[in-house]
Nanobody, 119 residues
């Protein structure tokens, strides 16, 4: 099992910045990748950014150049630095951990943290 706890959301004006944190614990040695997703009411959850165990990253086109995902292995924490925020970035942001055990994928989710960007 993996436990995830997000923090850092809040209300910010357009153009501002926020840093989200996702602290992970439990059986974490075999996590393959971690990611941030976001969801707004009535829309499907979308991948915002992901980072593999080797440090490779990928981003949604809508956030490239503005958001950065990185991890601090000493603190068992993954961060999402969000700059130049736009009202359309408003969403519930959730942290995800993925692992494969004996060929079976497992996905773990946190409770999410709300980000609201005012215009």
């Amino acid at each position: 099992q993996v436990q995830l706890a997000e923090s850092g959301g809040g209300l910010v004006q357009a153009g501002g910045s926020l840093r989200l944190s996702c602290a992970y614990s439990g059986v974490i040695f075999n996590i393959n990748a971690m990611a941030w997703y976001r969801q707004t009411p009535g829309k499907q959850r979308e991948l915002v950014a992901a980072i593999t165990g080797g440090g490779s990253t990928n981003y949604a086109d809508s956030v490239k150049g503005r958001f950065t995902i990185y991890r601090d292995n000493a603190k068992n924490t993954v961060y999402l630095q969000m700059n130049s925020l736009k009202p359309e970035d408003t969403a519930l942001y959730s942290c995800n951990a993925a692992k494969v055990v004996a060929g079976v994928p497992y996905y773990y989710w946190g409770q999410g943290t709300q980000v609201t960007v005012s215009s």
